[in-house]
């Protein structure tokens, strides 16, 4: 018996085995649930073959959250309802990233608004009709709160998607539908390598972090979104859960 049997769920962002969305949905398939899988244009084929590592098949259907074609399609693309969605969806173009707050264009951050927080809105609206009640959307961020070094607009967009979670929570929660956020630390993925200066972060959770902090475990996190995904958090929704070995609750 798993904490998720019987329960069908959508995992966004499998790109790699080091990602966090790849971690969700090995332990998501572990603990019972039917787990279906998200992807668009050329990286389809990779999401193919990394579904082939999971310990159980995996549809990969086409999603581009800010495509309306591929949003209005998705309720008959997942093929049944569903009880679930991890959103770990995020991009940033180079210019926004990297010390150079100051001179990017808004174009940039249009794109890393529109890639990273309003993408969690479209798809939770576009698969709405097919959220089973007591559903639970869970998104990834790095927690919004502080200004860290070289994440720059990702930051900013990152607030945006802590605040949009909050609204969706507010706004879905009258059909039985949670909405919140994992907040992990940093971790040695695609997402964090495209981060020019992220290695920065490398010393001060190893000297801070009051657990410990592995960079290369994504399991912690995915244990968390497995749990918020399950029946156990009933009654929470709007919330970021930390998940970076205590760091967020030290001081210097």
Known sequence: MGILDGKRILVTGVLTESSIAFAAARLAQEQGAEVILSSFGRQMKITTIIAERLPHPATVIELDATNEDD??????????NIDGIVHAIAFAPKDALGGVFLDTPFESVSNAVHVSSYSLKAIAVAAKPVLN???????????????????????????????TSRYLAKYLGADGIRVNLVSAGPLKTT???SIPGFEAFEDVWGTRAPLGWDQTNTEPAGKAIVALLSDWFPATTGEMVHVDGGLHATGA
């Open 71 to 80: 949003l209005a399609a998705l309720p008959e693309r997942l093929g049944g």
């Open 191 to 193: 997402a964090a390598k």
């Open 133 to 163: 009640p007591g559903a639970a959307i869970v998104g990834l961020t790095f927690d919004a709160t502080v200004a860290w070094p070289a994440y720059d607009w990702m930051g900013v967009a990152k607030a945006a998607l802590e605040s």
